[in-house]
Structures are given as C-alpha cells and as structure tokens.
C-alpha cells in the first residue's frame, strides 16, 4: 500500500511554460513534505521542503502547495528550463525524523524545446 | 569536495552468492541510510544508523545486513537470503537535529544485478 502516490510517470512540458507536478499521500500523521530532484547517474538532490502549518513555501522558479484536506501536493516549476528535465521525487512524513519518509515513485519531466 | 561516495556503480553477482555495497561519507554526518529503488516504485528504506556501532532495520532489512564501525563508512551487504536483489541501491546521510528536518544527501547509487 502506497502511502505516497504519483501517479504521473512522465510530463512533457514546453520550456518556458509551467510544469505542475502532483503527489498525493494517505496518512493524515505527515507534517513534512519534500521534493527531490533526480539526474541520470546521479542521486538525488533536495529542492524544497513545506510543512503542514503552511499551504505555500516559494524558492525562486520553484513553488510547493500543500492541500491538506484533499492530501494532495504540487511543485510548480515557473518558467521550465532544460534543466528542470529530471526525475523528481515527491516525500513525506513526520518533521525531524528523516527514517521515516516515505518517497513516491517519481515523475520524468521533460521540457521540450 | 564533501560528499557521499557509493562503489561500485554497476555491480554482478551470481545467484546464491553475497556482496557487499560501499558508501562513504566526509561530510560528518551522524545518521546514514540505505534505499532500494525499483522500476515504477519510491525509495524504500533498507536500514540506517544514526550513531556508530548502532543501526536500525528499515521496511524491507530482510536479506541485508549493515555495518557502521566508522562514522564515515555504512558498507551494505547484500545476501543470498535476498529473493529479488537486482535493483538500484542509494545510500544517503544528514545530521541530526532535534529541532528542525534534516535534508538527505545521496550518493550516485549502485547497480546491482544478479545473473
């Protein structure tokens, strides 16, 4: 049973659009969220973070939106750039306890010249 | 530079036979981790440590085993015991803080793929 669900594999986004990338999660417990970013051959980096007492946190192009009562996230990404293409991870879980995160499955964006 | 190292990057090994995973560290973190990753599924957490000589078992630890002698050092061993090893492995580390999340930072990963 997958408490973190992206249920997009794959997003293609033309550069300089938005890309919306969406994640929901079941266990009404998590007060942390996170998206990380991808690279082929590479591991993955952390993009940005919200917790549960917010609805928005904003970081230069990047924007996450917590909805709690639908349990569902989103990552704007305003303009796209080439390189925003990546795999991003959606994660969530209790504040200051890193072993218990539970990570999606992930979405391959693509941005199309 | 500081960071994580894992090696190899791609790894074989024959059915029934164990093999060890590294991962190193110099960023002096306290808490390291180990992940499986497989096609169309999230990180799932193998083990991790958060203090040397101390680990603790994840969702999925059995079939793998741990050792943290070493602060730096957080080397997986995976066993004949694993039914489906073929996957990709990420170790990651963070410090750790009571007051406020502590990011992860991940290694590139090992390949491992069982003939």
């Known amino acids: 049973d997958q408490q973190v669900k992206q249920n997009s594999p794959s997003l293609s986004v033309q550069e300089g659009r938005i890309s919306i990338l969406n994640c929901d999660y079941t266990n009404s417990m998590f007060d942390y969220f996170l998206w990380y970013k991808k690279y082929p051959a590479e591991g993955p980096t952390f993009l940005i973070s919200?917790?549960?007492?917010?609805d928005k946190n904003e970081d230069g192009r990047f924007t996450v939106f917590l909805n709690k009562s639908a349990k569902h996230l989103s990552l704007h990404i305003v303009p796209s750039q080439p390189g925003d293409s990546a795999v991003y991870f959606c994660?969530?879980?209790?504040?200051?306890?890193?072993?218990?995160?539970?990570f999606g499955s992930g979405t391959r964006l693509s941005i199309r010249p | 530079d500081g960071g994580i190292t894992q090696s190899p990057k791609y790894l074989f090994r024959k059915e029934g036979q164990n093999v060890t995973l590294s991962c190193e560290q110099n960023?002096?973190?306290?808490?390291m981790y180990w992940y499986r990753q497989d096609p169309g599924q999230g990180l799932r957490l193998i083990y991790y440590s958060q203090i040397v000589n101390d680990f603790q078992k994840g969702d999925i630890a059995e079939g793998y085993s741990v050792s943290r002698e070493k602060k730096e050092s957080f080397p997986l061993t995976v066993t004949s015991a694993q039914k489906n090893p073929t996957a990709f492995y990420l170790c990651?580390?963070?410090?750790?803080?009571?007051?406020?999340?502590?990011?992860?930072?991940f290694g590139p990963g090992t390949r491992l793929t069982v003939l």
């Open positions: 994660a969530a879980g209790p504040y200051s306890s890193a072993s218990k995160i539970i």
């Open positions: 960023l002096n973190h306290d808490a």
């Open positions: 990651a580390s963070s410090i750790i803080g009571l007051a406020d999340y502590n990011e992860q930072f």
């Open positions: 919200i917790s549960s007492i917010k």
